[in-house]
T-cell receptor, first 117, second 110 residues
Framework: KAGVTQTPRYLIKTRGQQVTLSCSPISGHRSVSWYQQTPGQGLQFLFEYFSETQRNKGNFPGRFSGRQFSNSRSEMNVSTLELGDSALYLC????????????????FGEGSRLTVL | QKEVEQNSGPLSVPEGAIASLNCTYSDRGSQSFFWYRQYSGKSPELIMSIYSNGDKEDGRFTAQLNKASQYVSLLIRDSQPSDSPTYLCASKGRDDKIIFGKGTRLHILP
């Protein structure tokens, strides 16, 4: 069973540009969450999508956005990049979202490492 | 702001000893708790989950939960050099957000 796939793995952008990251969840998983990881702040929750709807959102500015497609694949976009956006962006999938059947266990992709110059 | 707090370490433990990792959380509504490990340059992987008060054992790992004290711990018995990644504690609140601590680096001394 293929794991969570994130593309691209590495990218370099300059301030002011925008970037789109892609995530394909494990087959059959319908929930996709995005996290930003930096050495100083650790893993910070960005947002979660389920059935093409944003279920939860973290405390990030509106420059950070995402969406989910009908096949559960998800993309996140960061506009007007700032130096502080340099980070590892991790996508995680789980079978379902919410409710008593949701164990909350996340399966992470390898991440997209973004460097903003 | 809901938070999960961990000591950043590094926590140094002699090989073969018991490593004890601790975590506190601020959201009393949190229902589920997780320990992930993350090797340098790799993504986090789940090693233990715990949902009710008490101990849960899985091989060399034991997770402990005390909801009254809002405290979660992970014990690693017979510590091996391969047990030296960063350990991340996470909680899932009633809003289903999974919040992570910043992680504790573990260093097993040969």
């Amino acid at each position: 069973k293929a794991g969570v796939t994130q593309t691209p793995r590495y990218l370099i952008k300059t301030r002011g540009q925008q970037v789109t990251l892609s995530c394909s969840p494990i087959s059959g998983h319908r929930s996709v969450s995005w996290y930003q990881q930096t050495p100083g702040q650790g893993l910070q929750f960005l947002f979660e999508y389920f059935s093409e709807t944003q279920r939860n959102k973290g405390n990030f500015p509106g420059r950070f956005s995402g969406r989910q497609f009908s096949n559960s694949r998800s993309e996140m976009n960061v506009s007007t990049l700032e130096l502080g956006d340099s980070a590892l962006y991790l996508c995680a999938s789980s079978q379902i979202a919410g409710g008593p059947l949701n164990t909350g266990e996340l399966f992470f992709g390898e991440g997209s490492r973004l460097t903003v110059l | 702001q809901k938070e999960v707090e961990q000591n950043s370490g590094p926590l140094s433990v002699p090989e073969g000893a018991i490593a004890s990792l601790n975590c506190t959380y601020s959201d009393r509504g949190s229902q589920s708790f997780f320990w992930y490990r993350q090797y340098s340059g790799k993504s986090p992987e789940l090693i233990m989950s715990i949902y009710s008060n008490g101990d849960k054992e899985d091989g060399r790992f034991t997770a402990q939960l005390n909801k009254a004290s809002q405290y979660v711990s992970l014990l690693i018995r017979d510590s091996q050099p391969s047990d030296s990644p960063t350990y991340l504690c996470a909680s899932k609140g009633r809003d289903d957000k999974i919040i992570f601590g910043k992680g504790t680096r573990l260093h097993i001394l040969p």
